[in-house]
Each structure stands twice: as C-alpha cells, then as structure tokens.
Nanobody, 127 residues
Framework: QLQLVESGGGLVQPGGSLRLSCRGS????????VGWFRQAPGKEREGVSA????????TYADSVKGRFAISRDNAKNTVYLQMNTLKPEDTGVYYC????????????????????WGQGAQVTVSS
C-alpha cells in the first residue's frame, strides 16, 4: 500500500527554521517526483516546491525562493524541505505528494497533477 508520511512540523518564531521530512513506502520511490504543498485556513492548497525522481529539477513557488530548499535521499525513501527565514504567512498544513515522473523539464506545482498524498504536518510561524 502506497503511503507518504510527513514529519518535522511545529511552532517556530519568525525568522526561524524547520525541516520537514516525507517518507514514502509501498512503492518504487525513485520512480516518483515529489512535491510539497501547503494550505492555510480559508485558503486553497498551493504548491511550494517539487523535485524530480532523481533529485534534479527543483521547482519553487516565488514566495519561498531563496528561503526554502528541497532535497531527497532515495536510499532512505525520503524527501526533505528545509525552511529558513520563516514568516507568519508560511503558516499552514504542509503536505507532501507523489506522482510518477514522466521526464518533465519542470516538475509541476499544481495539486491535480499528484495522485498520492500524505496526511499533512502543521507548521505555525508566530511570536
């Protein structure tokens, strides 16, 4: 059974850092691109960052460029999202999602492209 499990969320002060992890199981992890999405209360789910099956072609939303970094370790079936210089507007539930990698030059950041989702991890940026 394909499963994605996020961890690493929590409460952090503005300017602080967090690292989220997404561990996959039950499928060939290195055949899948992985994306991170977030959803704030009352807002639509939005794409944050994505990475190809091999760890290349990272994609970032404009709002997080220069502050967030995505990476993956296929030996551990895990994708990471390092979040630095966090802002209150980064608050939300963060989800990781997986899709078969189809050789795209640009890994999409739209939720409908992904068909496997984790349960989400809460990130709260507040003083």
């Amino acid at each position: 059974q394909l499963q994605l499990v996020e961890s690493g969320g929590g409460l952090v002060q503005p300017g602080g850092s967090l690292r989220l992890s997404c561990r996959g199981s039950g499928f060939s992890f290195d055949n899948y691109a992985v994306g991170w999405f977030r959803q704030a209360p009352g807002k639509e789910r939005e794409g944050v960052s994505a990475i190809s099956n091999s760890g290349g072609s990272p994609t970032y939303a404009d709002s997080v460029k220069g502050r967030f970094a995505i990476s993956r370790d296929n030996a551990k079936n895990t994708v990471y999202l390092q979040m630095n210089t966090l802002k209150p507007e980064d608050t939300g539930v963060y989800y990781c999602a997986a899709k078969l990698f189809l050789g795209e030059w640009v890994i999409p950041l739209v939720p409908y492209e992904y068909n496997h989702w984790g349960q989400g991890a809460q990130v709260t940026v507040s003083s």
